[in-house]
């Protein structure tokens, strides 16, 4: 199985920061929001629902191009709703973290030593520093700046240098939650507040996958998948391009990836949509019995709304 994110998530850097640096969303949706230009909104209003398929025509470029058309994207589509951000492997054992962005927005996810999966803004109470940097384990997350330790269930432990503050309550300063949950051998994350209480199995799955929750789960989308290696690149697009290359139905492939094309019968590709999932799948060329390159009678490519892709 291969999975692909395009750019508008990107993972935290391995390496540590030099220095303390504030995190650019505090709190997120306040940030994203503020900036909302007319000629953004222009953008939006070119697009009518109401035409069908086949007299649709392109976006217009703006779609691609401007910034502030895409910072409006980050709030509205990928700020709101589950978003994948890993996998269970990440977060396997008591005290594993991993962190990410999602636009403007850092973040960390831990399982704590009670072996529960928690998420949060990877932000310092005190002066916003970033707590956290890449994967492993963890005890507690200390601030490099001023030294403010949290718990990995969000409590502050310790806040450095406030004896005679008045009316402070530790308490009150604990990190802020993110809504986390699992669904197959992903972990997901979303950053609204419009979900249902107790975001597990099903529920999650519904709200991520909708209809196509069962088509996905019972073609070898789950957790027996292990997780190998991760590779990544830097791909000099806006994400849309590279979601448009993904959902064309093949279009390309002959041409473009003729190695491919020959393990495939084309003839049998097709395209399935659902709410916010497309599935294109194909059955496989008959192979000799010495080819190993591709396992399996199918192929599926499973697209999850905004920018998620399986292949399996």
């Not at 398929?53 to 502030?68: C, K, R």
């Not at 529960?116 to 803004?121: D, G, I, K, P, T």
């Not at 027996?224 to 000099?236: T, V």
């Not at 473009?256 to 294109?280: I, K, P």
Request: hydrophobic share 40%; charged share 20%; net charge negative.
């Amino acid at each position: 199985m291969a999975t692909a994110r395009s750019l508008a998530a990107l993972p935290s850097a391995g390496a540590p920061r030099s220095g303390p640096r504030r995190a650019g969303a505090w709190p997120p949706r306040v940030v994203a929001a503020a900036a909302e230009p007319e000629h953004a909104r222009r953008l939006v209003a070119e697009f009518d629902p109401a035409v069908p398929l086949e007299a649709a025509v392109t976006p217009p470029s703006g779609w691609y191009t401007d910034a502030d058309f895409l910072r409006l994207e980050i709030d509205r589509v990928f700020l709101r709703g589950w978003q994948a951000v890993g996998h269970i492997w990440q977060v396997e054992n008591p005290h594993d973290f991993f962190t990410g962005r999602l636009g403007n927005v850092e973040f960390v996810i831990c399982r704590d030593a009670n072996g529960n999966l928690n998420a949060f803004h990877n932000v310092c109470r005190h002066h916003a520093s970033l707590l956290a940097c890449g994967s492993g384990q963890k005890t507690c997350f200390q601030c490099p700046y001023h030294g403010w330790t949290y718990g990995l269930d969000g409590t502050l432990l310790k806040a450095t240098r406030i004896s005679g503050i008045k009316n402070f309550n530790k308490n009150d300063f604990g990190l802020v939650p993110v809504k986390v949950a699992t669904w197959g051998p992903f972990v997901l994350a979303r950053f609204d507040d419009e979900s249902t209480e107790g975001d597990v199995g099903d529920v999650v799955g519904d709200e991520w996958l909708g209809s196509a929750s069962k088509l996905l789960s019972t073609n070898g989308i789950d957790t027996s998948l292990p997780h190998i290696c991760r590779r990544e690149y830097i791909i000099n697009c806006n994400w849309k391009v590279f979601c448009d290359n993904y959902l064309d139905g093949g279009y390309h492939i002959p041409y473009a990836h003729g190695a491919l094309a020959s393990g495939l019968q084309l003839q049998s590709y097709e395209t399935l949509t659902y709410e916010r999932v497309s599935v294109q799948r194909c059955e496989s060329a008959p192979s000799e019995s010495d080819d190993l390159e591709r396992l399996g009678t199918k192929a599926l490519y499973a697209f999850v709304y905004p920018n998620f892709m399986i292949n399996r």
